[in-house]
């Protein structure tokens, strides 16, 4: 990142080239906004796989404890029936 801001300052402060062809004499910012753009739709991405992650576990971890309070609670009944 740091080497990217480096070349568009450079690029920034140095004089245009009036030979040089117009793809070259674009804007060099646009390069890092859409490096930018696209960083933040993969981190987008992340952030609900890992809501989708959390409400699957979260369905799981509840049918786990409700297992675990149905022996509990026939567990008990076998203590309390002796």
Do not use: F
């Amino acid at each position: 990142m740091a080497a990217t801001l480096i070349h568009i300052k450079s690029r920034m402060l140095l004089p245009a080239d009036e030979e040089a062809p117009m793809e070259e004499m674009e804007d060099p910012r646009l390069e890092l906004v859409q490096r930018l753009l696209e960083y933040q739709a993969y981190k987008d991405a992340a952030t609900i796989l890992k809501e989708k992650e959390e409400v699957a576990s979260g369905s799981s971890d509840d049918r786990k404890r409700s297992s675990m309070k149905r022996r509990r609670k026939s567990s008990r009944s076998c203590i309390c029936s002796t």
